[in-house]
T-cell receptor, first 114, second 116 residues
Framework: GAGVSQSPSNKVTEKGKDVELRCDPI?????LYWYRQSLGQGLEFLIYFQGNSAPDKSGLPSDRFSAERTGGSVSTLTIQRTQQEDSAVYLCASSANGGPGTQYFGPGTRLLVL | GESVGLHLPTLSVQEGDNSIINCAYSNSASDYFIWYKQESGKGPQFIIDIRSNMDKRQGQRVTVLLNKTVKHLSLQIAATQPGDSAVYFCAGPGLVGSGNTGKLIFGQGTTLQVKP
């Protein structure tokens, strides 16, 4: 596609439920990143993929958070047993090769946990 | 740990004036920086980047200045327009020592308000 796409654009869920957020990176980009943005804040790094491997998971806030990437393309971020503090915008970015280089962001998924 | 931060949370300018948004960083090993623009309800949009071997880079109506001595960079927008109203973030790489994966550390953002 022309850019990074994410789905759903908005998600409202109840506390304790699991959610899956999807990211489609720019075609051919090997590096994929997930970030979280709380209201009025900067972006917080969550996880980095190079191909299907995740060499840097240092930003995942707890073991309720996990992510996978298949076929070197689509990635899914899963949050289990959601909590109200998980409410945020989850942003996905991709870059051509990882390392230094421009990251292109998707529009984000706005998650609200009630 | 390393940090990237902006000096002012909000900047209000008159349409047609020049805007200057500032950013400071702590990691002297950072080898590049990126400025992003984020409009309401959208993801960050790349504006311009600069490598540490440069002290100035110009784009269309934007200029980024890098002062490595004081670990400071700025984004200058010429002839600010209403469409420039957004939140602006500077970002730099995470710790190089652990391998530069390209993950970015973002500042808190400066909201630019353009008055007609």
């Amino acid at each position: 596609g022309a850019g990074v796409s994410q789905s759903p654009s908005n998600k409202v869920t109840e506390k304790g439920k699991d959610v899956e957020l999807r990211c489609d990176p720019i075609s051919g980009h090997t590096a994929l990143y997930w970030y979280r943005q709380s209201l009025g804040q900067g972006l917080e790094f969550l996880i980095y993929f190079q191909g299907n491997s995740a060499p840097d998971k240092s930003g995942l806030p707890s073991d309720r958070f996990s992510a996978e990437r298949t076929g070197g393309s689509v990635s899914t971020l899963t949050i289990q047993r959601t909590q109200q503090e998980d409410s945020a915008v989850y942003l996905c970015a991709s870059s051509a090769n990882g390392g230094p280089g421009t990251q292109y962001f998707g529009p984000g998924t706005r998650l609200l946990v009630l | 740990g390393e940090s990237v931060g902006l000096h002012l949370p909000t900047l209000s300018v008159q349409e047609g004036d020049n805007s200057i948004i500032n950013c400071a960083y702590s990691n002297s090993a950072s080898d590049y920086f990126i400025w992003y623009k984020q409009e309401s309800g959208k993801g960050p949009q790349f504006i311009i980047d600069i490598r540490s071997n440069m002290d100035k880079r110009q784009g269309q109506r934007v200029t980024v200045l890098l002062n490595k001595t004081v670990k400071h960079l700025s984004l200058q927008i010429a002839a600010t327009q209403p469409g420039d109203s957004a939140v602006y973030f500077c970002a730099g790489p995470g710790l190089v020592g652990s391998g530069n994966t390209g993950k970015l550390i973002f500042g808190q953002g400066t909201t630019l308000q353009v008055k007609p």
